[in-house]
């Protein structure tokens, strides 16, 4: 039977980017489930191939607002009581986190931009090990605490709480290691040009950044992606 990756898309440039390539490359079919497009009651939250839960400009806890958040959640929690391969990035990290149970909140100050990582013990023994020295793009406002009995793998400065993973299924982290930063970055400037006029930050710093780090991130982002394909437990 083939295998499909199913990644939750909450906008469309915030895709599935250098990590669509590791996917196929290890057998799997991809299929996007679009927020507020696609029936979140047609997912099966036990199915045993991965799930990737993307990015997006709301947070967890505007489900009033956004009632798909709360789906997502619901279905979340189902598959994660389940230890299904789950991995979340930013807006999707948060989602996890909020479906074990764990807080959500605003930071004060968005950290947006390229810049390495700090990994814990935890951190250096995990995926995540490829990561280190490379400067991610970091894009959020938000921050999630630790969930219980999961392991805190990274930090910044502006961010204490970066990255966790629970077992080899599940893991989740806040920045976004799938970006694009060399064929798809326009896409992300533009469609989040009101969030960066309000930050005062200046869109031509951002993309030289990318100029620079691009070809590290893709390497880094897409050998971290692989092992932790590769490491998913039945």
Excluded: K
């Excluded at 814990?120 to 921050?143: C, E, I, K, Q, Y």
């Excluded at 599940?170 to 469609?191: C, K, S």
């Amino acid at each position: 039977m083939p295998r499909t990756a199913i990644a939750l898309r909450h906008v469309p440039f915030e895709d599935l980017g250098t990590f669509e390539s590791v996917l196929t490359a290890a057998g799997y079919a991809v299929r996007y489930h679009d927020a507020g497009v696609d029936d979140p009651a047609a997912l099966d939250a036990l199915r045993p191939d991965p799930v990737i839960v993307l990015g997006g400009p709301v947070g967890v806890y505007e489900t009033d607002a956004y009632p798909v958040l709360a789906q997502e959640r619901a279905f979340l929690r189902a598959r994660l009581e389940a230890d299904r391969p789950t991995f979340g990035i930013c807006l999707g990290a948060q989602l996890i986190a909020a479906a074990l149970g764990a807080a959500v909140a605003p930071t004060g100050t968005p950290e947006i931009g390229f810049a390495p990582l700090t990994l814990t013990g935890a951190g250096a023994n995990s995926p995540l090990r490829h990561l280190r020295d490379v400067p991610v793009l970091h894009w959020h406002g938000d921050m999630f605490e630790v969930p219980d009995h999961a392991e805190r793998l990274a930090e910044t400065p502006a961010c204490r709480n970066q990255a966790f993973r629970i077992g080899t299924n599940v893991m989740a982290v806040q920045f976004h290691p799938e970006a694009d930063a060399a064929t798809g970055f326009e896409r992300w400037l533009i469609g989040h040009a009101r969030e960066l006029a309000d930050a005062g930050i200046d869109p031509r710093r951002l993309r030289a950044e990318a100029g620079r780090h691009a070809a590290g991130l893709r390497d880094a982002g897409r050998a971290m992606f692989a092992e932790w394909l590769g490491s998913l437990r039945p």
